[in-house]
């Protein structure tokens, strides 16, 4: 997860490219910014970096407010209210509280594939799978698909980050900006954009990674550490 291809330069070396698209759509599950990271094959065995420390670009926000302080401030400017309106959609106040805090539970983790089932991923409650927790063919094209509830409060800033580690080396990195969502009791669910896992002798092996959930204010809602395998076939099913 977080893998792609990445062609030869002019000069016949292989390179490692970085693509950032921001979209600013304002909430939802199509909302937020993007960044898509393509890695060479060669980066999965020679890149040496340590795993970047976000901490100190945190942003400095504001103070929280519940959902009824919300409605309540800036009630006499009609832009701001229409969108408090748009975003809460049909949310019962009085059944939320007034809890400052959100809650985001991720309910369901899943690998899409062309031409296949989707390999439903099981979330254990420390978020530490047992053993092998899935495995990627070679040079196939997938996209991480999640579903999450959202409830307390409007989440800000919900993003995905996700690290991984070959024979100890880092060898890539992706963050996902979400978006900004209310409380439903529905399920929202969002598809990373599509990947395809490196292929040939160097790509192949065992891989150990880390994926966060997290918001603007840095608070994580799941951490899980896992391994997968690249292999040339998909698993036996």
């Given at each position: 997860?977080?893998?792609?291809?990445?062609?030869?330069?002019?000069?016949?070396?292989?390179?490692?490219?970085?693509?950032?698209?921001?979209?600013?759509?304002?909430?939802?599950?199509?909302?937020?910014?993007?960044?898509?990271?393509?890695?060479?094959?060669?980066?999965?065995?020679?890149?040496?970096?340590?795993?970047?420390?976000?901490?100190?670009?945190?942003?400095?926000?504001?103070?929280?407010?519940?959902?009824?302080?919300?409605?309540?401030?800036?009630?006499?400017?009609?832009?701001?209210?229409?969108?408090?309106?748009?975003?809460?959609?049909?949310?019962?106040?009085?059944?939320?509280?007034?809890?400052?805090?959100?809650?985001?539970k991720i309910t369901e983790?899943?690998?899409?594939?062309?031409?296949?089932?989707?390999?439903?991923?099981?979330?254990?409650?420390?978020?530490?799978?047992?053993?092998?927790?899935?495995?990627?063919?070679?040079?196939?094209?997938?996209?991480?698909?999640?579903?999450?509830?959202?409830?307390?409060?409007?989440?800000?800033?919900?993003?995905?980050?996700?690290?991984?580690?070959?024979?100890?080396?880092?060898?890539?990195?992706?963050?996902?900006?979400?978006?900004?969502?209310?409380?439903?009791?529905?399920?929202?669910?969002?598809?990373?954009?599509?990947?395809?896992?490196?292929?040939?002798?160097?790509?192949?092996?065992?891989?150990?990674?880390?994926?966060?959930?997290?918001?603007?204010?840095?608070?994580?809602?799941?951490e899980i550490n896992y391994?997968?395998?690249?292999?040339?076939?998909?698993?036996?099913?």
């Open positions: 997860m977080g893998f792609d291809d990445n062609k030869k330069n002019e000069g016949g070396e292989k390179s490692e490219n970085e693509t950032v698209q921001a979209n600013q759509e304002g909430g939802g599950d199509e909302g937020g910014e993007r960044v898509g990271r393509q890695m060479s094959e060669s980066s999965l065995y020679a890149t040496d970096q340590e795993e970047e420390d976000d901490d100190g670009n945190k942003l400095q926000l504001g103070p929280q407010y519940t959902l009824k302080e919300q409605l309540e401030k800036d009630k006499d400017d009609e832009s701001l209210r229409r969108w408090k309106e748009q975003l809460l959609g049909a949310v019962d106040i009085e059944s939320v509280g007034e809890t400052l805090e959100p809650e985001v983790l899943s690998i899409i594939s062309p031409g296949r089932a989707d390999i439903v991923l099981r979330i254990p409650e420390d978020g530490k799978p047992k053993g092998l927790w899935f495995t990627l063919k070679e040079g196939s094209r997938y996209n991480l698909k999640f579903a999450f509830k959202v409830s307390n409060n409007i989440v800000s800033g919900l993003k995905y980050t996700n690290t991984v580690w070959k024979t100890g080396m880092k060898v890539d990195s992706a963050k996902e900006m979400i978006g900004t969502f209310s409380p439903q009791p529905e399920p929202y669910t969002h598809v990373m954009p599509e990947e395809t896992t490196p292929s040939g002798i160097f790509a192949r092996g065992s891989y150990s990674a880390r994926s966060k959930f997290v918001d603007d204010d840095n608070k994580c809602y799941l391994t997968f395998d690249i292999r040339k076939e998909w698993a036996a099913t």
